[in-house]
């Protein structure tokens, strides 16, 4: 099996857009088969007992209401990633609510304010419980429709899968885990499946809806038989479209909207590719059926239409932060500060813990940021280790300060590599302590995590 693990998304397996979701939300153990039929089914913890869990699917400015019922042997929360709502709902064990013991629930009621392509996960043990299954997709639609002929969901993700049982591996504290790259699995996945096949027509045009769930894995895709645009980033619409020339990346818990022209004739397969080591897999393929009738290609899309109250003026006057990463394996942290004691790397190693912010590892009593809501602020973030992190912010989405002075895209969580130095401005949104932390979330749990208070 181990060869098999290694291959990417071959089989059908797309999620299908529902209209609603039920008003329960249960995280319970679930038998489901995640490797190829021949294989026995593997354990997991989902919403609903499904992978990925229920889908989510509201428009723009509809309530959302979900009773969440934990029946799992731990602990949970859920996390409403990338929405910008009451910090209550936030879903941080911690911070912004006590975990939902086991038998319990938490009403989770909030506003979609923003369209766009969002998930939600588990937020307490999270490097333990994401990788065990706990995700889903939460779809937030346009007032109106966009101008495509069909969308689809692709969450990717990797499992850590015994090669012989199909059974996860559940040794989830591995310091080899926490002070490298963080858990990567053996078996990539779409949707909960070992594949993905979607048909599609010559010339079509597909909304893809891209989220990376995986734990750390950074995916480097490709299209393939497709022209393609980028129209939003972290369910951020662009202001004009970006044409796909070449590859592009996608961080753990970032998302991505493209929309993609079908330029593979009849009979041919078009594909999403996955590159690793400079070799291409299909991740999910499009085999290409002819066009009813005469096709044609369209013009460069239109961009979606933005959301409310996203400008982050005053950059040039904002006030100024530091965010320093350091420590994991070959990094040069000599020592850091560990629940108000200072201790060596090699005392920080026996504790299993291995990342510093600022010289402090793991949530601080003081914030990163004192803000007021509505101020704009500016967070310098160096990557003083020689591993990629995947800083996400929540509840605000932040545009990078470029080289150039000028502001990219709205995103909520951002790839910053070894040894870089970047620079995000945003404005504090609801009042609430907010979590900023990496999403490689081994490293989460293994001290990269800060947070912000807005008042």
Not at 319 to 332: V, Y
Request: aromatic residues 8%; hydrophobic residues 40%.
């Amino acid at each position: 099996m181990s060869a098999t693990l290694g291959l990417g998304a071959l089989l059908p397996g797309a999620i299908r857009a529902s209209t609603s979701g039920p008003q329960l939300l249960t995280a319970r153990v679930s038998d489901v088969q995640l490797a190829p039929p021949d294989y026995p089914k593997t354990q997991i913890w989902g919403y609903d007992g499904k992978m990925p869990g229920t889908l989510i699917r509201v428009k723009q400015g509809d309530r959302v209401e979900r009773r969440f019922v934990n029946d799992l042997p731990q602990a949970s929360s859920v996390h409403w990633h990338g929405l910008r709502i009451n910090n209550a709902m936030d879903g941080v064990a911690g911070l912004t609510q006590d975990a939902v013991q086991p038998g319990e629930t938490f009403d989770y009621d909030f506003t979609a304010q923003d369209a766009g392509t969002y998930w939600y996960h588990a937020h307490n043990r999270s490097m333990e419980q994401v990788a065990r299954g706990l995700y889903g997709a939460l779809i937030v639609e346009e007032p109106e429709p966009v101008d495509v002929d069909r969308e689809e969901l692709l969450i990717l993700d990797d499992w850590l899968l015994n090669p012989e049982t199909a059974q996860l591996d559940t040794e989830f504290e591995t310091p080899h885990d926490r002070s490298h790259a963080g858990r990567r699995g053996n078996y990539i996945a779409t949707n909960g499946s070992s594949g993905t096949e979607l048909p599609v027509k010559v010339s079509e045009r597909l909304r893809l809806r891209l989220i990376n769930a995986a734990n750390a894995r950074i995916f480097e895709l490709d299209l393939s038989g497709f022209d393609g645009w980028v129209m939003a980033y972290d369910g951020m619409p662009l202001d004009e479209p970006e044409k796909v020339e070449g590859s592009f990346l996608l961080a753990p818990g970032q998302r991505m909207d493209l929309f993609v022209d079908v330029t593979a004739v009849a009979g041919e397969v078009a594909h999403l590719v996955r590159i690793d080591d400079d070799e291409g897999f299909s991740q999910a393929a499009f085999p290409v059926a002819p066009a009813e009738n005469s096709a044609r290609m369209r013009e460069t899309p239109n961009p979606l239409p933005p959301n409310p109250n996203m400008s982050v003026p005053g950059v040039q006057t904002a006030r100024r932060f530091e965010l320093n990463m350091e420590g994991g394996a070959m990094g040069r942290l000599q020592s850091a500060s560990l629940n108000g004691k200072e201790m060596s790397f090699r005392e920080l190693v026996a504790a299993n813990q291995f990342w510093s912010f600022n010289g402090v590892v793991g949530m601080t009593d003081t914030p990163l940021a004192q803000l007021s809501s509505g101020e704009t602020a500016r967070v310098s973030i160096s990557n003083d280790t020689v591993f990629p992190h995947a800083m996400h912010l929540h509840g605000m989405h932040f545009r990078e300060i470029l080289d150039d002075g000028e502001l990219g895209p709205l995103r909520d969580t951002l790839l910053v590599f070894g040894g870089e130095t970047r620079e995000i401005a945003f404005v504090a949104g609801e009042p609430g302590k907010w979590i900023f932390h990496c999403h490689m979330l081994a490293h989460t749990s293994s001290g990269m995590a800060t947070w912000v208070n807005v008042t």
